[in-house]
């Protein structure tokens, strides 16, 4: 299993970036795809997954600025940040969870995942 992150950069205050996850090793029907993010000294901030159904949630500091999807053919996972705040700079990482589990929400706690990429940078200059 492995998943691979690209996208990072940096950017101005409002702009926009993309975030893949490339996957090898996963089947979408059984995965859900998480994307979370981390700065130095704090603890890694669950901000959106998207389930083996479809499904998606997002973490309310992230909600209605970013949009994750899937394309199940080419095994890859996408995260679409749009009004980038300095807040947002960090490491994302995307992960795999095989869990099944009944509420969503909850996929956004990384103790919940299996499979972690290596991270990629995200720097918004203000």
């Known amino acids: 299993v492995q998943l691979v992150e690209s996208g990072g950069g940096s950017v101005p205050a409002g702009g926009s970036l993309t975030l893949s996850c490339a996957t090898s090793g996963l089947s979408f029907g059984d995965v859900a795809i998480g994307w979370f993010r981390q700065v ?21 500091s992230v909600k209605g600025r970013f949009t994750i999807s899937r394309d199940i053919a080419k095994k890859m996972v996408y995260l679409q940040m749009n009004g980038l705040k300095s807040a947002d700079s960090a490491v994302y990482y995307c992960a795999g969870s095989l869990r099944m589990i009944g509420t969503v929400k909850y996929y956004l706690e990384d103790f919940e995942y299996d499979y972690w990429g290596q991270g990629t940078q995200v720097t918004v200059s203000s």
């Open 40 to 60: 130095p000294g704090k603890e890694r901030e669950g901000i959106s997954v998207i389930t083996s159904d479809g499904g998606t949630e997002y973490d309310d």
